[in-house]
């Protein structure tokens, strides 16, 4: 850091210098004068007592001494004068240069003191900024972690689409459709495909398309499998063990898991059966093909998270 220029300039400052050595010289110079004229005086003193005892023969060397004399005298005094003058001159520069470098040296204090307390500042700050660097580094080492595993789930899900609209390929357009959203798969099949007009039994081009898709899942034991089953919004009056369309859409979505399970390589413990009624409608209308559209079972399959849940458990 650059500290600003004395309040003195040093062009100045070496001016005065000058100054003042001259005055000391001028000083100098009156007092050895001053000295001369002083021995000059006591020299003129003794003549003059001898000059007295002889006043008619040295009448003029007389008067022309005591003319000299005078001549010395108010030269002595102006010299006297003037060497006051000058004394008091360089002792009052002197004070003032004297005064300025005092105000001077407190400037300089004053921003040593402040140059202190910003770069005592300064270190703190850069303390805090490298403690919250490494902290931002291991945050970001953390977030690419996870972003890795969620690029890999990802991958598995586009993956297990594939599969399973390769098993599947055979019923896709006639009621079925498989698509990603949210990190899932969804398997959306139409009540066409699977059931009768208010029946829960699934027919046989149903019990097929659920067999291919169980041996998908046989295959991809890191799967888990949730079934839904949704209903329109035309109140169901049925007896026995289907009273309503919370009941029909839980039957539905049993007998899939049913099927399902049927395949022995699938662990009965990754599946869950859910009942949705109408309450999750594709299609709001109440017209008759938004209510078929309604009419469905979902099947959403989601890649097992347990690393991804470790890693968080751990922040």
């Known amino acids: 850091m650059v500290l600003p220029s004395c309040v003195v300039p040093k062009k100045k400052y070496d001016e005065l210098a000058n100054h003042y050595a001259a005055c000391l010289g001028s000083r100098d110079s009156l007092q050895s004068d001053l000295d001369r004229c002083k021995l000059s005086y006591q020299d003129l003193e003794r003549s003059l007592g001898a000059l007295k005892n002889d006043t008619a023969r040295l009448g003029p060397a007389l008067r022309m001494t005591s003319s000299e004399y ?23 520069e002197i004070r003032k240069i004297l005064g300025e470098l005092d105000q001077t040296r407190e400037s300089l204090q004053a921003k040593e003191d402040a140059l202190n307390l910003l770069e005592k500042e300064l270190a703190e700050k850069m303390a805090n900024l490298d403690l919250l660097t490494a902290e931002m580094q291991q945050k970001e ?20 689409r594939k599969k399973v609209s390769d098993a599947l390929l055979g019923f896709e357009g006639q ?24 029946k829960y039994e699934v027919n046989a081009e149903g ?12 295959e991809n034991k890191d799967i ?28 539905r979505a049993t007998a899939v898991v049913k099927i399902l399970t049927n395949n022995k390589g699938i662990d009965p413990r990754r599946l869950t059966a859910a009942g949705r009624s109408e309450y999750l409608p594709l299609d709001a209308a109440k017209t008759k093909e938004a209510r078929a559209k309604n009419r469905r079972t979902e099947i959403i399959l989601t890649p097992k998270l347990d690393e991804l849940f470790k890693i968080l458990e751990t922040n």
């Open 70 to 92: 005078a001549d010395l005298k108010d030269r002595y005094t102006r010299l006297s004068q003037d060497n006051e003058a000058l004394k008091q001159t360089s002792d009052k």
């Open 175 to 198: 009621g079925l459709s498989v698509n990603v959203r949210n990190g899932k798969v969804y398997v959306s099949l139409e009540e066409k495909l699977l059931f009768a007009t208010g």
């Open 207 to 218: 019990r097929q398309a659920l067999g291919k898709l169980a041996q998908v899942l046989a």
């Open 141 to 160: 080492a953390r977030l690419n972690e996870l972003q890795s595993i969620l690029d890999s789930k990802d991958k598995v899900v586009q993956a297990l």
């Open 224 to 251: 888990n499998v949730l079934i839904e089953g949704h209903t329109d919004d035309v109140p169901l009056a049925g007896a026995g063990v289907i009273r309503d369309n919370w009941d029909l859409s839980v039957m």
